[in-house]
């Protein structure tokens, strides 16, 4: 039972190379965050620092009601799993499990009692007497879990753990660390827990809410959904989803009282909502953001203004869906579309594609920020 | 040609190429084994002389080339453990264990407890260090030997074990240190952070993690110890002058002039006795020593 709070946190090393820049973020009690960034964002950094395995240089880090910057590691009552296992090769699964126990001195009975409870949950039973190398990768990243789940942490560490899985094993097993998670909140134990990783989709399918950071700075701190249809700024815009949000240079112009935004192939009217949000930036330079879902292929649209021209590249199929990569005025863009929809789209010929502009973004080009929220 | 007949003899085709590739197989290895067994004996044919001249009489080692001899004769070992001083061998050999056992244990420690630190901590001018540590792996070892008996006679240490052994517990042996650093290297950090949030102090991850990693690595710089410092004849002859604390090599180099008449079958008895350690030690210790030298202990 403990949030997790970060208080201006920064990292700094002795060359001189500023990792982390004050970073304020607090973690609810119970809470699935996740972290996610390109590589190099410092997410694994901040996560270590939470752990106790990175100095921190500035500011304070809180669990529970303790700051926690003078603390070790182990005192945290924190678990961490790592992205290589870093099960201990030497021992089997059953020590690697309960070594955490036996150096706190927990009694034989109660570890023996835990790790075969936590055996039982993973169904890791029957690989307790083996040692990491005779098993999967699979089954160590299970083992792995269960070493953190036997010391019944306050606060679970996830450092990108499945990045060494394949594709059909990573699916299984994000199902199992939700389901982890939802079996402790049941139990009345609930756990907090902060997840890496540079993969979308698991970021997207297992937080509670999502950091995104970049270059040691946090981006946007929200719940998934709203990180997709409310991005703050232009790199959450750019990093979330995929394939990724159009973004095109583009200005706002006036017109007889009605706004218009212009982009490569087209001036587009922008809705009325959107149009005073944007109204004090008229006659000025902007990115205009759009989802591929929000482009409407269709040969048959009825009427309106709000479409460009473009001629088709490419058409990747994807069987429930199609992705057409377009140019319009030598800037290319990207719709997904439904292949009920159209049936007739062929590369090299020209098509109207409709813009929604009630979901389209537009940011400032100098602080990057979403002007259209 | 019925479908029938093309399929038996599409099976002859494939019997009769079988066969062929089988009987080059067969000639090929035989051939390999051969050239290996020779080269192989070649190799150990002064060993094996040594073990059956340590069995023939004195006059009879100079006299046949074969290494058979006529007769078994145990007189070369029964005579030569007696030796021509006051002591046996018995006394020797302890003398030799007295040395190389604590050498062996202190050189393991010291050597870990270097390399981690090495390896793993951030020590102010730690590359200099290490510089310097590999610098003296090439220094020779003789340009020591003056100033370190001026020494060691300045501790008054002199006749007895300690500058053989000591020096070791300073892990003096820097290639024994460059090879464990080499090894640690190979393990993956994140093992110790793991033992690190399990509640491992730093000697804990050293002792609990590391080092049962580490065993291949530390088993081979035993064993290496073991055997320089069994066959070390230049160290005990500098250091050590009474005969009662002799170790075996000199010892060994003792019953070749201790009289006008050298008993060639005793010392060739005493030769095969001084090597039966080094060589219990490394049967008992191959797997491992092989492991030591070819992996790093972690795979996947």
Known sequence: MAEVVLKSVEKQYPNGFKAVHGIDLEIKDGEFMVFVGPSGCAKSTTLRMVAGLEDITGGEIWIGDKCVNEVQPKDRGIAMVFQNYALYPHMTAYNNMAFGLQMSKTPKNIIDQRVREAAKHLEIEDLLD???????????????LGRALVRKPDVFLFDEPLSNLDAKLRVSMRVRIQELHEMLKAEGVPATMIYVTHDQ?????????????????????????????????????GFIGAPSMNLVDGEIVEMGGKVFVSIPGGVLPLPEEKAEKVRSHVGKKIKFGLRPEDIIANEVHEGGEGFVTGSVRVVEQMGNEEFIYFNAAGTQFIARVNPEQVKNIRKGEDYRFWFNLAKCHMFDLETEENLTL | MNEQDRKKLIAENDLRLRKRLARRNGINSGLRYFVLTFVGLLMLYPLIWLLGASFKSNAEIF??????????????????????????????????????????????????????????????????????????????????????????NSFNWLDSYKPLIVPSAFAVDAFFVFMVIQFMRGIPKDLEEAATIDGCNSIQVLTKI?????????????????MWTMNDFLGPLIYISSVRKYPVSIALKMSMDASALVH???????????LVPSLVVFFLAQRHFVDGITSSGIKG
């Open chain 2, 210 to 226: 590391l080092m049962p990693i580490l065993k291949p690595a530390l088993i081979s710089v035993a064993l290496f110890q073991f």
């Open chain 2, 264 to 274: 060639w079958n005793q010392v060739i008895a005493l030769s095969v006795i001084a």
């Open chain 2, 63 to 152: 006299t046949s080339i074969g290494f058979l001899p006529s007769s078994f004769d145990f007189s070369g070992y029964v005579n030569g453990w007696k030796t021509s001083t006051e002591y046996t061998f018995t006394t020797y050999f302890i003398n030799t264990f007295k040395i190389v056992i604590p050498k062996v244990i202190v050189t393991v420690i010291s050597v870990t407890l270097t390399a981690y630190g090495f390896a793993r901590f951030k020590i102010p001018g730690k590359k200099f260090l290490f510089s310097i540590l590999i610098a003296t792996l090439l220094l020779p070892n003789l340009v020591l030997r003056i100033p370190q008996y001026i020494m060691f």
């Open chain 1, 201 to 237: 989709v698991e970021a997207m399918t297992m937080g509670d809410r999502i950091t995104v950071l970049n270059a040691g700075r946090i981006m946007q701190v929200d719940t998934p959904m709203n990180l997709y249809r409310k991005p703050e700024n232009l790199f959450v815009a």
């Open chain 1, 130 to 144: 083996r040692k990491p190398k005779e098993m999967s990768g699979g089954q160590r990243q299970r083992v792995a």
